[in-house]
């Protein structure tokens, strides 16, 4: 019923730019929350950021001022900009999809970021 497809990591340096990209399919993409989860090797997964249909955003304070979660409606996307990027940011990144009032939740299949001199 919905399929999401993370895309855009890859290798960088500390103090580099990235950004993640989140193609949605079978989706009323408008009505749904999206988000960014990472999850680092031996840690769980965490939330990275989330954006609502209205463009409310929230974010990890390890991230915040640093990243950037946005949203085309129109093409069913949703970017994560990462600036700064730190060592610690290492990990798989995962797109969310989750319906307001809906106990379901989608995930993409994630993208390796890697941050490393």
């Known amino acids: 019923q919905v399929q999401l497809v993370e895309s855009g990591g890859g290798l960088v340096q500390p103090g580099e730019s990235l950004r993640l990209s989140c193609a949605a399919s079978?989706?009323?993409?408008?009505?749904?929350?999206m988000g960014w989860y990472r999850q680092a090797p031996g840690k769980q997964r965490e939330l990275v950021a989330i954006?609502?249909?209205?463009?409310?955003?929230n974010y990890a304070v390890s991230v915040e001022g640093r990243f950037t979660i946005s949203r085309d409606n129109a093409k069913k996307l949703v970017y994560l900009q990462m600036n700064a990027v730190k060592p610690e940011d290492t990990a798989v990144y995962y797109c969310?999809?989750?319906?307001?009032?809906?106990?379901?939740?989608?995930w993409g299949q994630g993208t390796q970021v890697t941050v490393s001199s």
């Open positions: 969310n999809a989750r319906r307001v009032a809906s106990a379901n939740s989608y």
């Open positions: 079978g989706v009323a993409f408008s009505v749904y929350v």
């Open positions: 954006i609502t249909s209205s463009g409310s955003t």
